[in-house]
Nanobody
């Protein structure tokens, strides 16, 4: 079983910064993909930033140039550095990871989310 836990959310003023973390634990053999998603009130969940199987990064157009995704493979941890935050960035941010467990079966796991509120 693979678990993900996000941390680092909170209340920040427009133009400010936050750094989100996602820690993966459990029966992990290999993580192939990891990404950040968000869901604003009344909106559908959307991709924010993600690593592909090949290690390339994808960003939503709305966050390009402001957000940076990174990871520490040795620690099974992923980060999202969010700069120049805007009120429209307000959402619950979720971590997602897909890979293969030590039982040699595929997994696709989600964290419970962390709230980000951008407001003055």
């Amino acid at each position: 079983q693979v678990q993900l836990v996000e941390s680092g959310g909170g209340l920040v003023q427009p133009g400010g910064s936050l750094r989100l973390s996602c820690a993966a634990s459990g029966s992990i053999l290999t993580i192939y993909t990891m990404g950040w998603y968000r869901q604003a009130p009344g909106k559908q969940r959307e991709l924010v930033a993600a690593f592909t199987v090949s290690g390339r990064t994808n960003y939503a157009d709305s966050v390009k140039g402001r957000f940076t995704i990174s990871r520490d493979n040795s620690e099974n941890t992923m980060y999202l550095q969010m700069n120049i935050l805007k009120p429209e960035d307000t959402a619950v941010y979720y971590c997602n990871a897909g890979g293969r467990s030590t039982f040699l079966v595929a997994f696709d796991s989600w964290g419970p989310g962390t709230q980000v509120i951008v407001s003055s």
